[in-house]
Every structure is written in C-alpha cells, then in structure tokens.
C-alpha cells in the first residue's frame, strides 16, 4: 500500500538538528503528502528505526555526532549493510571539524548532498527536502518498474511458478546441488487431442503437485513446456535417490484434478544431477535426454559416461574436422559399383561421402550426426551431387546418392538440383536418389509431393535399407519408387540365419509383385552373391563387387573371370 505521508529520518545528538526540520516539516505538503518527522540522536537508534521502517524517503545525518565518523559509518550501513540504494542521505555539517574536506565526502560516499546548518533553514529547508523527495519517489517508481519487468521475466505465465532464468540465478550460487528434471510424458498429444487450453490446465495441477509435495523442501520450477525442476539442498546421495525413485511413483500413482473437475493420471521422466556444481542444468538436460530413450517413465542419473554426453563430445569434435575438412577439400566423394545381375556388367555407382583427416579417410558414421548436428549437412549433399554430375559427364553409367529428409527441408533443394544439372547438361534419369530415413518421410506429404514431383522430371527414386527403421512397405504405396536397396543387416547375415533369408525373400517377391527391380547391398562374398542372384535380386553391390573408390571401377567381371574374386 502507498504510504500516506513521507517519512523524514532526523539524525543528530543535540536538539538543534530536530527542531529545525521538525518545525518546518509541519507546513510542508509535496504532492499532497505531509511530512513525518522519526528521530534518533544515536546510531543505534538510527538502526532501530531503519529496521522498523523500510520506506524512509529522507535521512539527514549530521556527520559528526559522538564521533568524527558517526555519520559517515551510517552512510555506510544504509548503503552497503542494508542495500538501500532509493533512500536519499543528506549530510550536514554542525560545525568546521569534519573528518575530511567536503568534496572528499562526496566523492568517496555514496550520498545526495551535503549541507552546512544554515542551509537547511526557512525557504531554503523546503527547497532541500522537495527536491529529495521528488528524487526518492522518481527512483522508487523506476525500481517499482524494474521488479514488476524481473517478476515477469522469471516467472512462468501459466503456473505462476519461477522460470529457468530464476533457476539460474539460485544455481549461480556457492555450493554443490541437486537437480530434478521431470517431463511430463505424452504431454504433446494431450495438447493435440485437446487442445492448448486443456493443457495449460493440466500444467497448473502438474505445478500444485509439486509445490503441496515437495514445495517444503525444495524449490519448485516450471523450465518451459511440460518440464519442471526442483532444485534439492540435501547433499545425502542415498537419499536424494530414495526422493527421485518416490517422486516417480508418486506422480504415476496420483489423480490430477483440473480446474473443470475432470480427473487425469500421468506419467513422467525424470533427469538428475546429483550434488555437482557447474553447468548443472544441462548435466540435467543430459541425462533427461538419455532417459529417453529407454521409453517414458523412466529416471537417469547424470555421468560423464552417459552415452549422449559422448555422442555430444563426439558432435563437437567432428563439427571442427568438418570444417576444416569443408577449407581443406577434404570431403571426398568415393564411388561403389552396382552390378546388373541380369545384364551380366556394372551399370551404374552409388557415390558415398567420405572425410579426410591426418591422412586417414572416415566412412559417414563416424561424421554424419555431427554434420547434422553443425547444420553442414545439405553443404555435403551439394557437394556430391556436384561431384556426381560432373563424374557423370565422362561415361554412360547411372549413378544414385543418398539424401536426407533434412536436405529436402531446404529451401534450395530443388533449385540446387536443377542449377547443376543444367550446368553440367545430364539427363535427370541418370540419377537416382536414395531416401535416407530418421523417420518415415511417406508421412510427411511434402516431402511426398516433392519426391513425386523430382520422379516426373525424370529423376527415379530408391527405398534405401528395406525392411529396417522407418522403412516399410507402407512406403511403396504413396511414393513413385523405381528401386528398392534392402537392407544390409539382412543381406550379410542371409547364409548363416534363416530369418533373413526368409525376410531377404519376401521383399523381392513382394517388390517385384509390384514391378520394382531390387538392389542387394552388402553382398560380400561369392555365397552371398550366388543366393541373391537365385532369389532373383536384379542388382547386386557390396565388396564382393568392388569395394568404395574415390575413382569408378568397371573390371569387375573381368577380374572374376581371372579368379582373383
């Protein structure tokens, strides 16, 4: 509540001080307020009355009082001991034995102004305390502002609880801590089945769980979305992990009620650091994205042996060699034959990336993550396809490259594509893309409708690793396939497990039920090659063949018919 007058601090061991500015005071109105006069004429009532009265616009203080320094050491408490930066401090000087010049004070204390005693009389007092309290009450509302935009900024919207920037600011501290993430699982299909509404109602009961809980001994956060936070003082390892394991089966066995009434159960995952003390929420994010990938419901303690922490490690050390390798022209594109097993010869090259670095060439799997995790992902497709152009000038074979869901997405995509096959003037049925598959790109009708269309421009398209992933035959009915790669996993292993003979079979009788040619990979041995070739696979790749070279390899059959494979 706004205080009704404006309060007057009057410090000073004698009676002259207080009469003065008591007198005055009492005619005194500034924007309809009067004046309340509080008085002490030691320091240790000028700190009584501090702490008593938080919202003193004036302190005058005559600097020397018992001592020579009584006054300045209460600027020094008000200033640094309480923090009170608003109240506005007027010295003033009784008599010509101060502690140090004037413009010394000024300039070493933190104070609004200082007078000698007959400046703070008559017409002259108003002019003082005026202008004091109309600094006071300018800075007070600026403060006031400042504290309502901070409340705003670390506060959730929704739960009212504070946010991660407030979780930073208490982690920001000395001292090792725990932290608790919880995901609310399956949160993203309560906002789409019911829209966003329902689900900020569901936030609300999630946050008054936690708060009625665990509010008690820990503080409570709401980070972003369906994450909380509690952060624990407790540094017992033991029972900080008793907590996470309760906090767990506590929120799947309880009743969420929502502000309708209507009654919900969840489930959540939670990431935990136990008592670290540096760059303690991602440790936390860490070990939540880990849990993750063990299902919903689940709990992971932060180590450096997570292995999302060395895929990350793994991702910012191959980000660097990918640039350098970007500068160096070190990523090389390597080719592999495909051999037409009814044509009898190579007919065309899928052309696979590799990186060079310190000498040694790195197969994608080493890289490929990194790439995307840099954004360097569509730099190599249009580097390949470049390198795949050009090569394709100089002889009559076909070739296929891998592309991603991720270089599709690009905005340059299809212009790229057509710049460089116009460039190097190739017809567009030359080119196979192969589908690289996260996750099933037939869902996503974009992506659907671009391939379709790249299909009528002559371009033909391949199911890469069929029968694995995302892959399935789903995919056959919404794309326009001309090939199908299956996958190698069960290729290499078709002459020691029936399963994949038996899996390896059906695709080929079920692709070519639907007029599609199929392409074996992994074909590493003259057993493997002859099997396939009976199934009646149509094309055959893998090192039996030839291995990946930086340059084309057409004497396949001709090093056969010599024995050497």
């Known amino acids: 509540m706004e205080e009704q007058v404006w309060k007057i601090l009057l410090v ?52 020397s009082m018992q001592t020579p320094k009584s006054g300045l050491e209460l600027v020094s408490y008000i200033r640094h001991d309480l923090n009170d930066k608003l109240m506005r401090i ?22 609004n102004d200082y007078k000698e005693y007959d400046e703070i009389s008559g017409r002259k007092l108003f002019n003082v305390i005026r202008t004091a309290i ?110 996470v394991r309760d906090i767990k089966e506590n929120i799947q066995k309880h009743t969420f009620i929502l502000d309708n009434g209507e009654k919900l159960r969840l489930t959540a995952t939670l990431g935990v650091v136990l008592n670290e003390d540096g760059n303690i929420i991602q440790k936390a994010e860490f070990a939540l994205k880990e849990a993750r990938l063990y299902g919903k419901n689940n ?63 790195y197969t994608p799997i080493h890289f490929l993550d990194a790439a995307l995790y840099s954004g360097k992902i569509f730099e190599i497709f249009k580097l390949m396809f470049h390198n795949v152009c050009k090569a394709a000038q100089n002889n009559d074979k076909d070739f296929t490259i891998n592309v991603s869901e991720y270089d599709m997405k690009d905005p340059d995509f299809s212009p790229f594509i057509r710049r460089t096959l116009k460039e190097c003037n190739i017809d567009a049925s030359r080119i196979s893309f192969e589908i690289l598959e996260h996750t099933s790109i037939s869902h996503d009708k974009n992506i659907q409708k671009l391939l379709n269309s790249l299909h009528d ?24 396939i001309d090939f199908i790669k299956i996958d190698g996993t069960f290729v290499k292993h078709i002459t020691d497990d029936i399963n994949c003979k038996i899996v390896t079979s059906t695709i080929i009788d079920f692709a070519h039920k639907k007029g599609i040619p199929v392409i074996a990979e992994f074909v590493s041995s003259k057993e493997i090659f002859t099997i396939i070739r009976e199934m009646g696979a149509d094309f055959a790749q893998g090192y039996y ?13 001709e090093a056969d018919n010599k024995g050497t494979h």
């Open 299 to 361: 709990a992971t303690m932060y180590s450096d042996n997570l292995n999302i922490v060395r895929t990350i490690h793994a991702n910012s050390l191959w980000s660097e060699r990918i640039r350098n390798a970007f500068e160096h022209k070190k990523i090389l594109t390597y080719y592999q034959p495909i051999y037409d097993l009814k044509a009898k010869k190579i007919t065309k090259y899928e052309a696979l990336v590799r990186l060079e670095h310190e000498g040694k060439v």
């Open 134 to 243: 109309k600094q006071y009450a300018q800075f007070k509302e600026i403060k006031e502002n400042r504290d309502a935009i901070y409340e705003k900024m670390t506060t959730n919207e929704i739960t009212q609880l504070p946010n991660r920037i407030k979780l930073s600011e208490k982690l920001d501290t000395v001292g090792n801590k725990s932290l608790i993430l919880i995901n609310i699982d399956d949160f993203s299909l309560i906002n789409d089945n019911n829209g966003f509404e329902y689900g900020d109602k569901v936030l609300r009961s999630f946050a008054n769980f936690l708060l009625n809980e665990y509010g008690q001994r820990m503080d409570v956060f709401h980070l972003q979305s369906d994450i909380f936070a509690l952060l624990c003082y407790e540094e017992d390892h033991k029972i900080v992990d008793k907590c």
């Open 90 to 111: 007027i010295l003033v000087a009784s008599s010509n034995e101060t502690p140090m010049p004037p413009e010394k004070i000024i300039e070493q204390y933190d104070i």
């Open 457 to 480: 421009e002559g371009f033909k398209i391949a199911i890469d690793d069929f029968g694995a992933h995302c892959s399935n035959f789903a995919q056959i009915n919404n794309l326009k």
């Open 545 to 557: 063949i030839a291995e990946p070279k930086p340059e084309l390899v057409e004497s396949w059959l």
């Open 12 to 63: 000073d061991d004698d009676d002259e001080l207080h009469s003065a500015i008591e007198t005055a005071a009492k005619n005194i109105r500034i924007n309809h307020k009067k004046l309340l006069a509080l008085h002490a004429r030691n320091p240790q009532e000028t700190k009584n009355l501090l702490q008593k009265h938080k919202d003193i616009a004036v302190v005058f203080i005559d600097i």
